[in-house]
């Protein structure tokens, strides 16, 4: 990785990472080498024991977030002063935080509220109770009103994990329509995080 990584930092000017990352002269010249760490793996000679390709023309297809985009933009930059193709980016969304859709789930901001894969399934219960919800102060108000699909994170995570098309459509009838309150919708998030994404982990 590393002779790679020096290749790559000699075609990112300061200039470039301060724009792209709105870093000041203040910051440490750790921010500054990042930029060039983690762009590297995007490319095959950085991996030469795994992948000894010779001319390293194989191409790399990164998905992730729409947030780690910058580092990418560089990076195809880069790539044609190192004579490597240029990599893909396969944006995907970003899973909310147990706090609210505001907020990204990731462990570098455990106070947001994250379900880590190390959970066990009560611990996964009792975090997905606090999960933000978009039903309605009351159950009254919530049959009158019907929730909001759109912030509630329980729901989020049914439509995201739950393998059966069926479960999230049925979910997302009777929660509208005041039938199932959050309480329900929160215990099957949690069911749903537990069967589909750890249990197959553990």
Known sequence: LYPTVLEVQRCITTNAAKNTFGLSDSDNIGKMAFVATQAAPAFVSAFRRVLPVKGHNMKCLIPCAIDQ???????????ERIKRPKPALLHTKFLPALKGVTHKMSSSAETNGVILLTDDDQTVQKKMKKAFSGGSGTLAELQAHGANL????AFKMIEVFASDDDVVQSTA????????????????AAKVVIDEILSPWR
């Open 150 to 153: 759109e912030c509630d994170v």
């Open 173 to 188: 009838e009777k929660y509208l329509s005041g039938a199932m309150h959050s309480g329900q919708v929160k215990e099957l």
């Open 69 to 79: 985009d910058p580092f990418f933009v560089l990076t195809r930059g880069v790539s």
